[in-house]
């Protein structure tokens, strides 16, 4: 009697156990879920800044835009104004077409061949240092030279 006394009281603390375990198994379940979320976030903002180191951060594209001067050229009375400009390398030169004729803006070693209708624009960015000789392919007095340093 003791026994089956004892193996009810066992089943129902069995039972109780059960329950207890099922909602201690579910707080665990909540609790890993709960770390590894956290985990997650952490591991995530911990790669953010490792990622980030081949994005451009703010002192690469201060330097980019320390070297990237940008210097512009008209087209005006079928003339390049300037037609001559001393840039250092890194720099852009932009031609804008101001007049109602079409022109072309093509470089002697062929790197640039754009040609302007009106309001028409081409830039280009030199790189490497040289005399650049430009050119207009439909008025032949039209021309320049970009001396890069
Ligand atoms: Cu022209």
Not at 63 to 87: G, K, S, Y
Not at 126 to 149: P, W
């Amino acid at each position: 009697m003791t026994g089956l006394k004892y193996l009810g009281g066992n089943k129902m603390k069995h039972s109780k156990n059960g329950l207890e375990n099922f909602s201690f198994q579910k707080k665990i379940l909540l609790g890993l879920m709960i770390m590894g979320v956290f985990l997650l976030v952490v591991s995530c903002s911990k790669e953010i800044p490792e990622e980030s180191v081949n994005v451009p951060t703010e002192e690469s594209v201060d330097a980019v835009l320390a070297t990237n001067e940008i210097h512009a050229i008209v087209i005006e009375n079928n003339q390049f104004m300037p037609r001559d400009l001393d840039i250092k390398a890194g720099h852009t030169v932009e031609w804008t077409n101001k007049e109602s004729a079409e022109h072309t803006v093509s470089f002697e070693n062929g790197d640039l061949d754009e040609f302007l209708p009106s309001e028409g624009r081409a830039s280009y960015t030199f790189m490497e240092k040289g005399e650049f000789r430009y050119f207009c392919k439909l008025h032949s007095g039209m021309q320049g030279t970009i001396s890069v340093s």
